[in-house]
């Protein structure tokens, strides 16, 4: 990822944090042998995000149909962590030979996937997920017919990712001056849910 060394952020509390807020993650890795057309392929899925190891694990599962499982197993994926973005207008700045550009935060996360089939194993995945998203649905989860458990699980195949290597990239106008900072933080404070999100970034990291 293109990322300026002003834009870097490495603290790990930071990335796990951002991770975990946007969880709904892209991974990136080669296509089936037998799949036809592009060499690469994409799969969008709900990620749960533990604070184990050097730079965190990535746990989820896909749906066994989405083939995508079998080509990324035992070999290195990217996963894109997304986070807030908007448009920042040349208004803000007090030199007036500027142009717009536009903030956002991203993470790259490197690793080896590693399958889980388990179907024990695959019960705690998503349990893991639903205690993320909706601790109440357990209950219900757990007194559904043992058959039909089974058989929803046997539709997913869980994966593990031990993060390798991660590379965060925060562009949230740290090479501007302080006066224009300052205005775009200002601004983004009152405005939609990605530029206020972008705003208490700022705020968080002193920017």
Do not use: C
């Not at 990822?1 to 969880?23: C, H, T, W």
């Not at 604070?51 to 290195?76: I, K, M, P, Y």
Request: no cysteine; net charge neutral.
């Amino acid at each position: 990822m293109y990322s300026p060394k002003f834009n870097q952020v490495s603290d790990r509390g930071i990335l796990i944090e951002a991770m975990r807020e946007y969880s709904f993650a892209i991974l990136f890795g080669p296509r089936g042998a037998s799949e036809p057309d592009a060499a690469m392929a994409a799969t969008h899925l709900p990620l749960v995000v533990k604070d184990e190891g050097e730079h965190g694990v990535l746990e989820g599962h896909f749906a066994r149909a989405n083939r995508h499982w079998q080509s990324l197993a035992g070999n290195e994926t990217l996963v894109v962590f997304s986070g807030p973005h908007s448009y920042i207008s040349p208004s803000f700045y007090v030199e007036p030979l500027s142009v717009p550009t536009w903030n956002y935060v991203a993470i790259h996360a490197y690793g080896t996937m590693h399958l889980i089939e388990d179907e024990a194993a695959k019960d705690a995945l998503l349990k893991g997920l639903i205690a993320r998203h909706e601790p109440a649905y357990a209950e219900q989860w757990n007194a559904m017919p043992e058959g039909f458990r089974r058989t929803m699980l046997a539709g997913i195949v869980g994966f593990r990712i031990s993060i390798a290597r991660i590379e965060g990239k925060f562009k949230i106008s740290q090479n501007r001056r302080k006066d224009e900072r300052d205005n775009i933080r200002r601004a983004q404070a009152e405005g939609t849910a990605d530029e206020r999100a972008l705003a208490a970034w700022m705020e968080r990291l002193g920017i």
